[in-house]
């Protein structure tokens, strides 16, 4: 997933896939589902982005494994 924020018109987006969108989905007011033709969501839009989200939580992140995900046994 990759995420982008244009300060400019303070639109907010979640990339999902690298599918091209084919259709959209209008879900409320500003938040709108990119999809392909087998309605599969490739994009999450969000305009007016800090008024509707906290922005700080979106764009920081934290990273948490799972440690028996990420733990090898050797022999």
Do not use: H, R
Not at 3 to 32: C, M, Q, R
Not at 54 to 61: A, E, F, G, H
């Amino acid at each position: 997933m990759k995420v982008y924020y244009d300060d400019e018109v303070d639109a907010l987006y979640f990339k999902l896939s690298d599918e091209a969108p084919e259709g959209v989905i209008e879900i409320s007011e500003g938040v709108n589902l990119d999809t392909t033709s087998e309605d599969k969501i490739v994009g999450i839009e969000i305009l007016d982005a800090s008024k509707k989200i906290d922005l700080k939580t979106i764009l920081s992140y934290t990273l948490e494994f799972d440690k028996e995900l990420i733990t090898q046994k050797t022999a």
